[in-house]
């Protein structure tokens, strides 16, 4: 067992009105216990318009839940329409901000030197990226899996700043894990991150990246969740599509029961 805290987080993507993100929450918590939440941290990242709701809720019924953004831009403000600043974020107790999912990289365009923007902007005003690396379909059978993963992430912490292992979180997504109900398998998953956390090594130390939470994504399911958190290099789970489900996100935050 490592002495990392593993961290827990559900990416609801573009699911969930305000109204139905309290409800969500709500029901989360009443399924959960009081030691669900010791000795790991539980977060939930919902669309932006239901971030001030849920902090509401999560200050006024006191819950052990963490905030994460799904997104943001790298400048603190200016002209540009339709976007959502880091501190603005942060005025919502904001305090994780996924940065670099392959659904931004495959369907908005973002580059690793955007990614590593957006995650340097996370860290300037003291709140912690979310940094997602992972491989194709394509790239995994043509045997450049890890390849392709050292690549983003070498671009992606371009000019970051890693002096504290509780400065970034990165995730591990294998882009065809996700949403289509294949996961990796729990060795494959291991050892990629162990790769990551080599690759770390080399960049912030051993002693850091030793310190570090790599978290697996991609079909996290109660299922396999208890699998997949055995591994000594998985520190946490980016879930999807069973995060919009109370009960299943209950489950898989509940895994150690
Ligand atoms: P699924 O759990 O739906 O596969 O999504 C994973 C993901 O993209 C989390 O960021």
Request: a negative charge.
């Amino acid at each position: 067992m490592s002495d990392r805290t593993p961290i827990i987080a559900g990416n609801w993507k573009m699911h969930r009105d305000h109204l139905e993100a309290i409800q969500l929450v709500q029901k989360l918590a009443y399924h959960l216990n009081e030691v669900d939440y010791e000795g790991q941290e539980v977060v939930v990242c919902p669309p932006f318009v239901a971030l001030r709701s849920i902090q509401t809720l999560i200050q006024s019924d006191k819950l052990p839940i963490g905030l994460g953004a799904q997104n943001c831009h790298p400048e603190d403000e200016g002209a540009f329409t339709g976007e959502i600043s880091v501190p603005m974020l942060a005025r919502l107790d904001v305090s994780y901000v996924i940065c670099g999912h392959s659904e931004r990289r495959a369907l908005f365009g973002e580059t690793d030197a955007d990614v590593a923007a957006k995650a340097r902007a996370v860290q300037r005003h003291g709140l912690r990226p979310v940094l997602c690396v992972g491989e194709v379909k394509e790239e995994r059978e043509a045997g450049r899996a890890v390849e392709v993963v050292v690549s983003q992430l070498r671009g992606s912490l371009d000019g970051l700043t890693i002096d504290d292992p509780d400065a970034l979180v990165i995730a591990y997504e294998p882009v065809w894990a996700i949403g289509t109900g294949l996961t990796a398998t729990p060795d494959d998953a291991q050892e990629m991150c162990a790769t990551i956390r080599a690759e770390l090594g080399e960049r912030v130390g051993s002693q850091i990246a030793a310190a570090m939470r790599i978290q697996y994504g991609g079909s996290v399911k109660p299922g396999n969740i208890r699998q997949l958190m055995a591994q000594p290099d998985i520190d946490g789970a980016l879930v999807g599509g069973a995060s919009l489900s109370s009960e299943d996100f209950a489950l898989i935050v509940g895994h150690r029961r």
